[in-house]
Structure formats: C-alpha cells, structure tokens
C-alpha cells in the first residue's frame, strides 16, 4: 500500500511551476532539429527543479518514461522495416513523438498531469 504523504503532488499549482512543466514537455520537440538535445534537456530540467518544485517530478518521471517507450518503439520500427510493416510504424512514433509532448505540456500549462498514452511505466 502506498503512503500518500510521501509521494509529491502531481499537480502544478504556481504560475512558475506551471511554466517549467510545460517547458519540460515541450523540450522533447527540440529532437525535430537537434537529436540529442531534445533527450537530454527533459531530463537536466528534471533533475534541476525537482527538488525546488516537487510537483515537477511526477512530470519528470512521465516524460523520461515516454522518451524511452519511444525510443523502444523506434527501435522496434526499423527492424520491423524489414518486412517493410516498419514504414508505417516509424510513421505513427514520429507523429505520436510530436503530438504527444505539445499535448503533455499544454495540460502541464493548465496545471494538470496528462498521462502519455503507450508509454511503459519505468520510473514510478
């Protein structure tokens, strides 16, 4: 059974906390141009303001966790490529890969924690 007092609240209630949560999901966007910087900024923001703003965590955690599902997935596609299903699942991750994160942070703009859809739940 889980202490609820001990876990952080997942909603952002301040104006900045609201801010760096949707940042934090919109950061996943600078992989359209720059690779690795769109993996690694989440994740240093993360890191950086979860101690300051402890709703940012539960925040945190959901985009790490959707950024290695995806990773997974697209993995998965270039193999499946090879019997050419690949194509359009590569397709779908890409679209799933900018759609999901404007959502994610315009429900982290409006203080609430959206749940990315497939993604595997590593941290918790």
Do not use: C
Request: charged share 10%.
């Amino acid at each position: 059974m889980y202490n609820m007092q001990q876990m952080p609240p997942a909603q952002l209630q301040t104006a900045d906390e609201r801010q760096m949560g949707m940042i934090m999901h919109l950061s996943q966007l600078i992989n359209v141009l720059f690779f690795p910087i769109g993996i690694v900024a989440p994740i240093v923001l993360w890191q950086t303001q979860k101690d300051k703003m402890p709703a940012l965590d539960a925040h945190g955690k959901m985009v790490t966790n959707f950024m290695i599902s995806m990773t997974i997935y697209m993995i998965v596609s270039i193999i499946l490529m090879f019997v050419l299903i690949g194509f359009l699942t590569i397709l779908a991750v890409a679209v799933m890969g900018i759609v999901f994160p404007i959502i994610g942070g315009i429900k982290a703009n409006n203080g609430e924690l959206w749940s990315y859809p497939l993604t595997i739940k590593f941290l918790k």
